[in-house]
């Protein structure tokens, strides 16, 4: 049974850090892509980072750059979102995200966790 389930979460003032776990468990999580989504009340989903499968390469959204580091480790099957220098527009729900696609079969593996709130308030 595929399961990615986030943990991290809370309450934290304009400027502090948090740092956001999704376990991965049901699949071959070195072969998988992983990302962090979020949204925020009456918003998308909006892509924040992405780590691949194998090379470890990572990307981010423009608009926390320099913020925030995704990383993981494939021993333990977890994925990380270290959040720094938080701002109130980082406000809202974290989603972990696995991903596959296998070109021989035209397939995609496509894995949600159930989420993980965020609030940036003083």
């Known amino acids: 049974q595929v399961q990615l389930v986030e943990s991290g979460g809370g309450l934290v003032q304009p400027g502090g850090s948090l740092r956001l776990s999704c376990a991965a468990s049901?699949?071959?999580?070195?072969?998988?892509?992983m990302y962090w989504y979020r949204q925020a009340p009456g918003k998308g989903r909006e892509l924040v980072a992405s780590?691949?499968?194998?090379?470890?390469?990572?990307n981010y959204a423009d608009s926390v750059k320099g913020r925030f580091t995704i990383s993981k480790d494939n021993a333990k099957k977890m994925v990380y979102l270290q959040m720094n220098s938080l701002k109130p527009e980082d406000t809202a729900v974290y989603y972990c995200?696995?991903?596959?696609?296998?070109?021989?079969?035209?397939?995609?593996?496509?894995?949600w966790g159930q989420g993980t709130q965020v609030t940036v308030s003083s």
């Open positions: 780590i691949t499968g194998p090379g470890g390469g990572t």
């Open positions: 995200n696995a991903r596959l696609r296998v070109a021989v079969t035209a397939t995609l593996y496509n894995y």
């Open positions: 049901g699949f071959t999580f070195s072969n998988y892509a």
